[in-house]
């Protein structure tokens, strides 16, 4: 409650304040009384946008990164490719800048459509840009998409970026649908769509990852001078999460349970970075032994948050649009801190990243600082993958899902 009245506090402050600026700088003589009053509505109104902007992403300025390295020879891997989304803006901007990019979709119409924006008009027959079939509701979609993308890269991996996913607000919007059509919605909403948020969110793409650990490591070990980079993309919405270490596919949060279930596996992104990071940098050691040049071999990760994106995420309204134009980022600018991670020679790995920033992560009671809750939380996905744990509660086959 206390949080509701400061925020309410603040954005009335900021409101207030500029239609006041407003009234004082465009003086009645220097417009008639009608549009003197308009005026100083508009610039009340812009002031409360531009607070619950800074609110939302708590940032005052959206910034990019400004590095336009050659990239020609180093190979991207992207998950959730699919046209105006996150992933693809983030393909783009490797792919302007020379890497070869191979993006994950569900369907051959998504991957077929990205290949050929990606490519554009003046790159026909250019063979640096494909995709590969990606479900990761499905182990076995996982897998194989793994195995395909072995062959592809078999030299290594410079770039992953673990993108795809499934948004809170398909959650809660779903939810709320079985609600309001079954009765006896609750406990099935709970054991369907928090399973199904786990799953695509954070399970899938630890398999992932760990198939394609042996590509970073052969990168590393080929170029020690250009470190593999492998990037999460997590969100503010794990700061009010923690991991339900009973059963991670169902949060003990009620109805609830949808959303924090998506902050859960946000954080649950954030922590397998951290905990990737030691063992792929292990699995280097072992590999590389004492050989020449082994001191300066580095697999680097991060975990990263885009900020609030305009995406296909969002509901078409159109009426809405400028007010998304003005409080969200654009998938470009929310780009610009994944590709901070793959690029910035400065970072050195482990670090959370926000607006082209270094942001301490959080979590409740820090638990995305805690070293023995990466390793328990690894462990305990090991064992589920082992067991098929998310077979008891997801239908593969007819499966509602919405991803990336």
Sequence with gaps: MGTMFSFLAKAGASSALSGLAASHILSPEMLPPPL?????????????????????HEYYIDWSYNDNSDLTGRTAV?????????????????????????????????????????KGQTSIGDDRASYVLCDFVSEASV?????????????????????AGISGRYVSKAGDTMLKNDPHAEAKMKNKFTALVWMINYIGPWIFAKELMPLLVKTAQRKPSDHPRVVWVSSGAHKRASIHWEDPFHPDQARAGLVSSYGQSKLGNLMHAREYQKRVRELLREESGDGKGSEKMD?????ITPGLVWTNFIPKFRLLYPLFWFLMRSPRMGA???????????LKGGEYLSNCYVKESEGIDGCSKDE???????????KHVEEKEHEKYIEIPNVEKKAN
């Design 299 to 303: 697999v680097k990760c991060f975990a």
């Design 336 to 346: 610009q801190v994944i590709k901070m991670a793959c690029l910035d020679n400065d």
């Design 36 to 56: 003197h009053t308009l005026a100083t509505v508009l610039a009340a109104m812009t002031g409360l946008l531009y607070y619950i902007k800074v609110w939302i």
């Design 78 to 118: 992207v998950t959730g490719g699919t046209v105006n989304g996150l992933g693809f803006a983030t393909a783009e901007i490797l792919y302007e800048q020379g890497a070869k990019v191979i993006i994950t979709v569900r369907t051959k119409e998504k991957g077929e459509a990205a290949i050929t924006k990606l």
């Design 372 to 382: 023995e809750q990466w390793q328990r939380l690894w462990e305990l996905t090991a």
């Design 143 to 163: 897998r194989n998409c793994a195995a395909e993308i072995r062959s592809k890269a078999s030299s290594g991996i410079d770039f992953l970026v673990l993108n």
